[in-house]
């Protein structure tokens, strides 16, 4: 299947190569040059045979409505267009219902899976029509992780729905990434523990915590023994505030998730073993920006 891909950031870049792999043809739109296929927007679009389909990959807000309204101007009745980044769920139906207006078609997927994706595959949650979605399956398969399409793919609902299941899996992420911390912050304190990583890597096999998350933890600690090269400092993209305040409105109570936002906030105002644990872990699974520490910064005892 051929693809436009707007932006080739680091899950961009990514996506583009584990979907030519797959054998698929996918025509690349950045601003930086040295990865791009293409001039511009105009010249993507010029290169892709009709009927159309458009994946957006930008910064959630004001770059992907400039996007996708460009490409509004650009493409053709029975094209489509796809935003996968992390744009808020209500965004969604003012992008479908532009589009639609030119009957052009809409859906947003929700992609997990960082930096790692590449070589493990993308969880996927799609929001739109289904005839729409059974379009663009191909490229789905090709995303998503090996073995059966419904444990890495989710036809969620409708517009919308695969942002807004996107926005509480980051939720839950937040909550477990602060446990996690929480947890090695107290190993590190307490004097009887003379070797914390050990017991971090011996937690990886045959127990209720193994995970993901935690493998990537005992991978930061690996290479950064104590965490002696990072500060506390952990930001917040925004899904986490919308996952709280999603909880808020349909009073759902959700004080772990709620909790684990506030801890972000608090990891500004000073700098604490825990959050260094939060911030390597984003670096880990996303690649996300780190604040270095100084000479003078250090941690705790690690063994």
């Known amino acids: 299947m051929q693809l436009g891909l707007v932006g080739l950031g680091k899950m961009g870049f990514n996506m583009r190569e584990r979907l030519r792999a797959a054998g698929h043809d996918v025509v690349g739109y950045d601003r930086n040059p040295e990865v791009s296929d293409s001039a511009s927007l105009a010249d993507l679009v010029g290169k892709l045979d009709a009927p159309r389909a458009v994946w957006v990959m930008v910064p959630a807000g004001e770059a992907t409505r400039q996007t996708v309204e460009q490409?509004?101007?650009?493409?053709?009745?029975?094209?489509?267009?796809?935003?996968?980044?992390?744009?808020?769920?209500?965004?969604?139906?003012?992008?479908?219902?532009?589009?639609?207006?030119?009957?052009?078609?809409y859906l947003d997927v929700g992609v997990s899976g960082g930096v790692w994706g590449k070589e493990n595959g993308y969880g996927?949650?799609?929001?739109?029509?289904?005839?729409?979605?059974?379009?663009?399956?191909?490229?789905?398969?090709?995303?998503?992780?090996?073995?059966?399409?419904?444990?890495?793919?989710?036809?969620?609902?409708?517009?919308?729905?695969g942002h807004y299941a996107k926005m509480v899996h980051n939720g839950i992420e937040y909550g477990?990434?602060?446990?996690?911390?929480?947890?090695?912050?107290l190993l590190d304190a307490a004097h009887e523990v003379t070797d914390v990583p050990a017991v971090l890597k011996a937690w990886t096999r045959g127990t209720v915590v193994r995970s993901w998350l935690l493998d990537l933890l005992v991978k930061a600690l690996d290479e950064d023994p104590g965490l002696a090269e990072l500060t506390g400092y952990v930001e917040d993209s925004g899904e986490g505030r919308w996952t709280v305040e999603e909880a808020i409105n349909h009073s759902v109570p959700a004080p772990v998730i709620s909790a684990a936002l506030f801890a972000?906030?608090?990891?500004?105002?000073?700098?604490?073993?825990?959050?260094?644990?939060?911030?390597?872990?984003?670096?880990?699974?996303?690649?996300?920006?780190?604040?270095?520490?100084?000479?003078?910064?250090?941690?705790?005892?690690v063994g």
């Open 71 to 105: 490409l509004g101007e650009l493409l053709a009745e029975g094209d489509l267009v796809i935003d996968g980044g992390n744009s808020r769920y209500t965004d969604d139906k003012v992008n479908a219902e532009l589009l639609a207006g030119k009957k052009i078609g």
């Open 124 to 161: 996927l949650m799609v929001g739109g029509d289904a005839d729409l979605v059974e379009r663009a399956l191909p490229i789905f398969d090709a995303l998503r992780p090996e073995g059966p399409r419904e444990e890495g793919f989710a036809h969620a609902g409708k517009v919308g729905a």
């Open 176 to 185: 477990l990434m602060q446990a996690y911390a929480e947890g090695y912050e």
């Open 264 to 301: 972000r906030f608090g990891s500004r105002q000073g700098d604490s073993p825990a959050m260094k644990a939060v911030a390597a872990l984003r670096n880990q699974f996303g690649g996300h920006a780190v604040h270095k520490a100084g000479p003078t910064s250090g941690s705790g005892h």
